[in-house]
């Protein structure tokens, strides 16, 4: 993706975004749905520092998506406080953009739910849960071609004047 940001002004460091895609809980993630619709949906996910991998069902709206077109997006929202006053919000969000990829090989896909069970589950055995669902979960990669971190102009403070 080579689309600059209009309100550059308002971009993220990358360390700021990263650490956006490591904190955050739910992203809304997009995929080239049925009949050219797009599909957007909420999940959970875990970033390791070079990709985002989520768990799904083996089948379904979005694995048919992916094997149809790997592109997608995904949005992470870390603020969004509405300022009713100034009819704004002051926002902070991360947008990517990758190329998904169901993850076949086992030891990949042990880490990945290790690390899914770690940030959403910490100081919890995660063994024989895991080791209950292996067989029919679906673990996905989405290698990111780019990231975009951005806030609005009232949080950037000293940074871009």
């Known amino acids: 993706m080579n689309h ?22 739910v992203a809304v993630w997009a995929v080239d749905g049925d ?10 996910y875990v970033y390791d520092g070079k990709c985002i991998y989520v768990h799904c069902a083996k089948q379904g709206h979005k694995i ?24 704004t919000s002051y926002f902070r969000s991360v947008i990517v953009f990758g190329k998904a990829r169901i993850v076949d090989d086992s030891r990949e896909r042990l880490d990945a739910l290790m690390m ?26 989405i290698e990111i071609d780019s990231m975009t971190g951005k806030e609005a102009i009232e949080l950037t403070g000293d940074r871009n004047r």
């Open 4 to 25: 600059k940001m209009r309100r550059f002004k308002q971009l993220l460091p990358e360390s700021d975004t990263m650490d956006i895609l490591r904190k955050g809980k």
């Open 35 to 44: 009949e050219g619709y797009p599909y957007a949906v909420p999940i959970n």
């Open 64 to 87: 048919d998506a992916i094997a149809r077109n790997p592109k997608c997006s995904l949005c992470i929202i870390d603020k969004d406080d509405v300022v009713p006053e100034k009819f």
């Open 116 to 141: 899914l069970a770690e940030k959403y589950s910490p100081g919890i055995d995660p063994h024989d849960e895991i080791e209950r669902f292996i067989k029919v979960v679906c673990v996905v990669c």
